[in-house]
């Protein structure tokens, strides 16, 4: 057997040299499960950018800048990243470079978006301006589905409001 495309540790094992290497689409194997993205997360990408295009989430009280690059990562990628934290002040304040420059605002702005109006609508219906029925029900006539973990986190925020936290 040649061991020629394999590293060897110390205790006698041997790793493929094919894991560091980049193959064709310029990612390791590492990289590339990164970029896995499971349904959960692909579930509140799609809300976040339904919600957007809608203009129901489409202010978050600041400005996001996105660059396109033809060379860098895709929309869904840099999304992750910038949920995780990756991206430093300085790189947001200057944009997020992306090949889906558009996609990243709006899915940026539509998550910034739900922190703010889930709080505003939490105080509307712990006041008794309206209920959560009528915010519902604009969700419903563009066809959007919330995901399950905000709208638990949705309706926390409501109670919470009540109780007068």
């Not at 995780?84 to 790189?91: D, F, I, P, R, T």
């Not at 889906?100 to 939490?122: A, D, M, P, Q, R």
């Amino acid at each position: 057997m040649d061991f020629s495309d394999y590293f060897k540790f110390k205790n006698g094992g041997y790793y493929a040299k094919s894991n560091l290497v980049p193959s064709k689409s310029g990612l390791t194997r590492s990289e590339k499960r990164r970029t896995r993205h499971s349904e959960n997360f692909n579930e509140m990408f799609s809300f976040f950018l339904k919600s957007y295009r809608c203009g129901i989430l489409d202010f978050c009280g600041v400005e996001v800048i996105t660059r396109y690059d033809k060379n860098s990562r895709d929309g869904k990628f840099c999304f992750k990243s910038f949920d995780n934290g990756v991206y430093s002040k300085e790189e947001i304040h200057q944009g997020i470079k992306t090949k889906h420059s558009n996609i990243l605002k709006g899915v940026i702005i539509g998550k910034k978006s739900w922190g703010l109006w889930k709080n505003e609508w939490s105080d509307g219906i712990s006041e008794g301006l309206f209920t959560i029925n009528e915010i519902l029900e604009e969700f419903h006539k563009h066809n959007i589905k919330i995901p399950d973990s905000l709208f638990k986190d949705f309706l926390n925020t409501i109670l919470r409001k009540y109780k007068g936290d």
